[in-house]
């Protein structure tokens, strides 16, 4: 019996593969999140540099 379960064992685990995940995208979405963070934080930057100029200048 401990034979027989050795042996289903070993084949399941030789043919057995791990299930794709999708993980290899992970670095392109983080890339793309910072590009899009840094984009968001450029445009509120710019904008109150926008505004402070035009309130001092008036």
Do not use: D, F
């Not at 027989?4 to 290899?24: D, I, K, V, Y």
């Not at 992970?26 to 968001?40: N, S, Y």
Request: aromatic share 4%; net charge positive.
């Amino acid at each position: 019996m401990h034979a027989l379960l050795a042996r289903a064992t070993t084949r399941l685990t030789a043919s057995a593969q791990l299930a794709h995940t999708g993980a290899s995208s992970t670095t392109w979405l983080i890339a793309a999140g910072g590009v899009l963070l840094t984009a968001g934080g450029t445009a509120v930057w710019a904008g109150n540099r926008r505004r402070a100029a035009r309130t001092h200048s008036s």
